[in-house]
């Protein structure tokens, strides 16, 4: 999810009661709901596709969950320290306690794979034990309507707060209402993927519901198979082939030897499949991201390889 979503879900939850824990605890709350995320500096260091192998990976992964909260806890709690030697400490700054500083960032943090887990992009949840991806296909990765619902709760618990009354009440129901929301999206999502289509039965094959950023009540579809999928717009109820520009797979074993991309983009695909190019050459994409504006930050053109119609 977007970073405004996790910095809200951070806030939540230290006005659900649990900031009252210690000093500095909505710094850890929220900085620890977007933690993970640190994974964005891979951009520095990386080409091309290499970042979809290393994004939502090794931090939000196990380890990065219990080591992140440490490095955090210790960073505020050492803050904490350097502004009461300069003097400068806030004197209504509750006691910094390090164990509550570590509880709160860590469950900051936990709500971070949590959310990331909702949308079709998905997040790799075991890594770096193993490189499998996790997908809810919830909600999507910007979610106005959580915007609005959690945005809406945090003003109105702070407001109760300036105020002297129970703002914790409001914390808690907002949050309740959140998983609400995102239990009755996970009923549409259900309802989408295991209904009957007006497509071709292949065995194995998956489907995927993908959630559209304001009609939330409507999923569009994508069914089918690597290289054979069969997608539907949230408006209509038909399904049709992705595109009639598709080529044979080619050969990915060979062409791993020199083309350095083609790894990241083979780990992150979900729904794998070629087309033609203009100059006749393949292009790798995934369904979840063909059409629009994302659609060349997902692709992998292999400018060498001619396309081949694909059989029958």
Avoid at 47 to 73: D, K, M, W, Y
Avoid at 116 to 126: A, F, K, P, S, V
Avoid at 140 to 155: A, N, Q, R, S, T
Avoid at 238 to 248: G, K
Wanted: positive net charge; contains cysteine; hydrophobic residues 45%.
């Amino acid at each position: 999810m977007d970073n405004l979503t996790h910095s809200l879900a951070g806030a939540l939850i230290g006005q659900a009661g649990l900031k009252k824990k210690t000093g500095l605890a909505m710094p850890a709350l929220i900085i620890g709901a977007n933690l993970p995320d640190v994974d964005v500096t891979c951009f520095a260091w990386t080409t091309g596709l290499e970042h979809l192998a290393f994004r939502r990976g090794i931090t939000h992964g196990p380890p990065a969950l219990l080591l992140l909260p440490v490095a955090l806890a210790g960073i505020l709690w050492g803050f904490d320290r350097w502004q009461a030697k300069r003097g400068k400490r806030p004197e209504a700054r509750l006691p910094v306690r390090f164990g509550w500083l570590f509880a709160l960032a860590f469950i900051a943090c936990l709500t971070h794979p949590a959310l990331d887990w909702m949308n079709t992009y998905g997040i790799r949840l075991l890594e770096p034990f193993s490189h499998r991806w996790f997908y809810g296909d919830v909600l999507f990765i910007i979610d106005v309507w959580l915007w609005l619902g959690m945005g809406l709760g945090l003003w109105l618990s702070l407001r109760r707060e300036k105020r002297g009354q129970d703002w914790r009440k409001v914390g808690r129901v907002t949050i309740a209402g959140v998983l609400a929301y995102i239990g009755v999206n996970a009923g549409v999502t259900y309802a989408a993927e295991t209904a009957q289509y007006d497509a071709p039965d292949l065995p194995g094959q998956i489907a995927i519901g993908s959630p559209p950023p304001l009609a939330v009540w409507r999923r569009g579809m994508i069914v089918g198979l690597p290289n054979d999928w069969w997608v539907r717009d949230p408006e209509t109820d038909v399904l049709e082939p992705i595109t009639n520009q598709r080529c044979a797979w080619p050969d990915t074993d060979m062409l791993r030897q020199s083309n350095t991309q083609l790894d990241a983009f083979l780990l992150w695909s979900r729904a794998p499949f070629a087309a033609r190019a203009v100059d006749g050459s393949v292009v790798l994409h995934d369904a979840r991201y063909y059409g629009g504006r994302v659609t060349s930050s997902f692709t992998l053109a292999l400018p060498d390889v001619r396309c081949e119609k694909l059989a029958g």
